[in-house]
């Protein structure tokens, strides 16, 4: 094992220049992952170690992102969301097949939503009101 070790192309002067190429990358990998940072390479951190950690990152890593190889698919809230959204849209449709008298459907609960279904005031206020009420705070504002 330790010949195979020795045989990759590059060795520690590669690793180390691309990890200070992408040092901020990777040290939050290292930090957020195993609670080590680039300042334990060569100490409680293997040289060794560091370079199979850094090929193992999944592509929802900082590095990933830092060298263009996330997709986007790795964030859970995005893939929330459109599932959220899908349900909400499948509640449409099935409500719409069934007939009848047209409801307001519920949207699945989003927890970036709080307080948003509340209503304000009890209905449309008819237009002249509405007028009367813009006049009011025109010439209050000009005073």
């Not at 459907?105 to 009367?132: Q, S, T, V």
Request: aromatic share 8%.
């Amino acid at each position: 094992m330790e010949q195979s070790k020795r045989g990759r192309v590059g060795g520690i002067i590669s690793l180390a220049s691309f990890a200070e190429e992408h040092c901020e990358a990777i040290t939050y990998d290292l930090l957020t992952r195993t609670n080590y940072s680039l300042d334990d390479v060569g100490g409680e951190l293997s040289w060794f170690a560091l370079d199979s950690f850094i090929r193992n990152l999944d592509s929802g890593s900082a590095l990933a992102r830092d060298l263009g190889k996330s997709t986007g698919w790795e964030n859970t809230l995005q893939t929330n969301i459109l599932l959220a959204d899908i349900y909400d849209l499948l509640q449409v449709i099935n409500a719409n097949l069934r007939g009848g008298k047209r409801k307001r459907i519920k949207p699945y609960p989003r927890p970036n939503r709080k307080g948003n279904d509340k209503k304000i005031g009890k209905g449309a206020l008819p237009l002249n009101e509405l007028e009367k009420w813009f006049e009011e705070k025109r010439n209050g504002k000009r005073n």
